[in-house]
């Protein structure tokens, strides 16, 4: 049974900081993109990193400098780090994981930056 579960969203003030985590099971970790995605109220979910098996990593342009996408294929667990939040990171983050046709998500984790 593939799982895929999200941790660290919350609710924090313009400039601080949350480390998500996402811990799987039931797949072959290592071998998968693992990715983070968001959707804000009214609006398309979308990308905000990807994580490759071999370590490429990519990042949506609102999120460079800021967020960092790390993995522990030993823990099966990927990472997002978010720095210096702003309000228009507020949204449903969701964990991804693909390998060729196959493609699994979380259920979310929220995160409200408001002053």
């Known amino acids: 049974q593939v799982q895929l579960v999200e941790s660290g969203g919350g609710l924090v003030q313009p400039g601080a900081s949350l480390r998500l985590s996402c811990a799987t099971s039931g797949f072959s970790f290592s071998i998968y993109t693992m990715g983070w995605y968001r959707q804000a109220p009214g609006k398309q979910r979308e990308l905000v990193a990807t994580i490759t098996s071999t370590g490429k990593i990519n990042y949506a342009d609102p999120v460079k400098g800021r967020f960092t996408i790390s993995r522990d294929n030993a823990e099966k667990t990927v990472f997002l780090q978010m720095n210096s939040l702003k309000a228009e990171d507020t949204a449903v983050y969701y964990c991804?994981?693909?390998?060729?046709?196959?493609?699994?998500w979380g259920q979310g984790t929220q995160v409200t930056v408001s002053s």
């Open positions: 991804n994981a693909k390998f060729t046709s196959l493609s699994y």
